[in-house]
Nanobody
Framework: QVQLVESGGGLVQAGGSLRLSCAAS????????MGWYRQAPGKQRELVAT???????NYADSVKGRFTISRDNAKNTVYLQMNSLKPEDTAVYYCWLGGLSNYWGQGTQVTVSS
């Protein structure tokens, strides 16, 4: 059974940084794409960043230059380094594991105060 466990969310002031982690268990996922999505109150879930097994990355325009996604295949873990955070980055952040099926973490709250 696939499980995704996120950590690293919290409250930070605008301009600050946070690092999210997501550990996958239940199989080996070095060939699967992984990533992060977020959902703000009253809004649809949106893509933040994804990374392929080979390390190719894709970012939402709103986070380019501020966020960095990375992965450690040996640890089945994906990371999201978030710098220069803005109040509009406030959302629940969800870890995503792709492939034949899509899997989601439980979400971690990120709140950026102005």
């Amino acid at each position: 059974q696939v499980q995704l466990v996120e950590s690293g969310g919290g409250l930070v002031q605008a301009g600050g940084s946070l690092r999210l982690s997501c550990a996958a268990s239940g199989s080996t996922f070095s060939f699967n794409p992984m990533g992060w999505y977020r959902q703000a109150p009253g809004k649809q879930r949106e893509l933040v960043a994804t990374i392929t097994n080979g390390g190719s990355t894709n970012y939402a325009d709103s986070v380019k230059g501020r966020f960095t996604i990375s992965r450690d295949n040996a640890k089945n873990t994906v990371y999201l380094q978030m710098n220069s955070l803005k109040p509009e980055d406030t959302a629940v952040y969800y870890c995503w594991l792709g492939g034949l099926s899509n899997y989601w973490g439980q979400g971690t709250q990120v709140t950026v105060s102005s």
